[in-house]
């Protein structure tokens, strides 16, 4: 599988963590968005990211309550910190094209293709966010990956047309840097944290 990611901050330091591992055949990913509302967020975000190599365990996370038990874990231990604020995430696993995962808060991930688009975390609560110790993780999948993963914080799909994630997602030639830079404003500037995470079928 082809894969390629991008993060691109509203401001020097930002809430919007991304992760990717691939091993043995097996590829994991977290996507977290920490809170705008505390400064301590990109602790909560970055946490996250860091905690989906425990996705990597054979002997469980092989179907969706998997990872909606990963996800309200990490709610719990966030809200233990005390002063690591709150995030969106989505988790995910793949295995031979299959994608299982669970997501919480306003980040988005679609499985796409020419003539096909379905949002994997369609069912997801926007809030509570995982932190607050009331947070609902939602699981997905398992589904078949034919074209492309696509994962983005809100900060993309909120500010850029779907239809034209869905076309440069889909290129040949993928250029992540430009799908980040159509949430960009006329000034060339974003209103917030950019992250996008591509997975596709070769």
């Known amino acids: 599988m082809k894969i390629a990611s991008h993060t691109e901050q509203q401001h020097k330091s930002g809430n919007d963590y991304i992760n990717i591992i691939e091993k043995d055949g097996i590829i994991v990913f977290a996507l977290a968005d920490g809170a ?5 967020s990109d602790f909560a975000s970055n946490f996250v990211s860091q905690a989906c190599k425990e996705l990597l365990s054979n002997e469980k ?5 998997d990872f909606e038990f990963f996800l309200s874990d990490l709610d719990e231990v966030i809200f233990n910190s ?10 995910g696993k793949i295995i031979n094209n299959v994608i299982m995962g669970a997501s919480v808060g306003d980040s988005q991930a679609w499985l796409l293709g020419a003539d096909f688009d379905y949002q994997l975390t369609e069912f997801q609560y926007a809030k509570p966010l995982l932190g607050s110790l009331d947070a609902k993780a939602i699981g997905f999948g398992p589904m078949l990956i034919n074209d492309a993963l696509v994962i983005g914080s809100d900060g993309l799909f909120n500010y850029a047309k779907f239809s034209e994630i869905k076309k440069l997602s889909l290129s040949e030639d993928l ?18 944290d950019a992250s996008v995470i591509i997975i596709k079928k070769l």
């Open 36 to 40: 705008g509302n505390n400064k301590n």
């Open 61 to 65: 996370f092989d179907n969706p309550d």
């Open 82 to 91: 005390k002063d690591w604020g709150e995030t969106t995430a989505v988790v």
């Open 175 to 192: 250029n992540v840097q430009e799908i980040i830079d159509l949430a960009k404003n006329e000034a060339n500037k974003l209103s917030d």
